[in-house]
């Protein structure tokens, strides 16, 4: 992902880091760039997909993240798909991303959701513990 990637909140993103930093420093404002090999070497750290995961779970992240916005997100990884194939990021694949959406507001791995209860039928309800994609995902 680069600081173009419009579905993350860069704000929350920040202050992610800055809550999960083990040795605070000051961040600039503005603190993401695009990557450029020559940056590691002088200590620029990368924030990688592994750190990406645990940002989309956190309670700082996902008020932030509106249903635009995990549309964006599919739109973004299956736009990635139809590029690479096999998909990977930093050693890991799609399925090991949780990108979608679900009717609690949290994202959740491929295989551990069911699409909503129109298209499988009446069993699920929003109380229910099943894990449904929000409806409004394919509004």
């Given at each position: 992902?680069?600081?173009?990637?419009?579905?993350i909140?860069?704000?929350?993103?920040r202050?992610?880091?800055?809550?999960?930093?083990?040795?605070?420093?000051?961040?600039?404002?503005?603190?993401?760039?695009?990557?450029d090999?020559?940056?590691?070497?002088?200590?620029?750290?990368?924030?990688?997909?592994?750190?990406?995961?645990?940002?989309?779970?956190?309670?700082?992240?996902?008020?932030t993240?509106?249903?635009e916005?995990?549309?964006?997100?599919?739109?973004?990884?299956?736009?990635?798909?139809?590029?690479?194939?096999?998909?990977?990021?930093?050693?890991?694949?799609?399925?090991?991303?949780?990108?979608?959406?679900?009717?609690?507001?949290?994202?959740?791995?491929?295989?551990?959701?069911?699409?909503?209860?129109e298209t499988?039928?009446?069993?699920?309800?929003?109380?229910?513990?099943?894990?449904?994609?929000?409806?409004r995902?394919?509004?």
């Amino acid at each position: 992902m680069s600081k173009a990637t419009s579905f993350i909140d860069i704000n929350a993103m920040r202050e992610y880091i800055i809550e999960n930093e083990k040795s605070f420093h000051h961040y600039d404002d503005s603190p993401f760039i695009d990557y450029d090999s020559n940056l590691h070497q002088i200590g620029v750290r990368e924030f990688t997909w592994k750190e990406c995961i645990a940002m989309f779970r956190s309670e700082k992240f996902l008020p932030t993240h509106s249903i635009e916005n995990n549309q964006q997100m599919i739109g973004y990884f299956y736009s990635k798909c139809l590029k690479d194939q096999p998909m990977i990021f930093d050693g890991m694949s799609l399925l090991d991303i949780p990108f979608l959406l679900d009717q609690h507001h949290h994202l959740q791995l491929i295989k551990d959701i069911y699409f909503p209860a129109e298209t499988i039928g009446e069993s699920g309800t929003p109380d229910s513990e099943d894990l449904f994609v929000h409806q409004r995902i394919f509004n």
